[in-house]
């Protein structure tokens, strides 16, 4: 009689559960930098899209389609707006008669900032931060004082250079200047 001492091949059900236990230790431990990692992505795609925006309103604003006058474009000829309630930028021109500005469904340029979560872009000094609401340009690219549904537009500072705050989750705030 021939007997065989030959065992099946695979894993023992203990082996699986060890190997199973450390692959879920090494998740857990990778949970909190592939959060932060995530917040990172997400404040500096918040940021191209508010540079792009600044760019195409100044391009638009130089470029002068309703043919405002130097009094009327002192107010801004194009703006970037943004939206926090549907997390949208977009770049309008004022309009034809330089009275008013045309609202973000009729804008030049819209960028929509995915999966805003717990995003901000505020305006001013961390102790007198306000929500970003809209920067304004002249025909010469140029940063004015304007408004824009009864809000104020972030206005040019003296000595400095007007700037957005992008923050996003636990990421330190990043600045934008707006030139």
């Known amino acids: 009689m021939v007997t065989s001492d030959r065992r099946a091949g695979g894993f ?5 559960m060890i190997a199973i236990a450390i692959m879920a230790l090494l998740l857990l431990a990778a949970a909190p930098f592939t959060q932060s990692w995530v917040d990172g992505t997400r404040q500096v795609r918040a940021r191209s899209n508010l540079l792009e925006a600044v760019g195409q309103a100044r ?8 043919a405002l006058t130097a009094a009327e ?5 194009a703006a970037v707006v943004y939206d926090s309630a549907t997390h949208t930028l977009c770049v309008v021109p004022r ?3 330089g009275t008013a500005w045309n ?7 819209r960028g929509q900032i995915a999966n805003p979560g ?3 872009l505020e305006s001013g000094a961390d102790d007198a931060a306000e929500t970003f609401v809209c920067a304004a340009y002249d025909t010469r690219g140029i940063l004015v004082a304007s408004s824009f549904g009864g ?4 206005a040019p500072s003296a000595g400095s250079a007007a700037t957005v705050f992008i923050k996003v989750g636990s990421q ?8």
């Open 12 to 16: 023992t059900l203990i082996e699986l």
């Open 59 to 66: 391009a638009l604003a130089m470029r002068n389609p309703q």
């Open 73 to 77: 474009a002192a107010q801004g000829a």
């Open 95 to 97: 309009n034809a008669d």
């Open 103 to 109: 609202m973000c469904g009729t804008g030049h340029w």
């Open 118 to 120: 717990d995003l901000s």
């Open 151 to 154: 809000s104020a537009c972030i």
């Open 172 to 179: 330190e705030a990043m600045d934008v200047a707006l030139l």
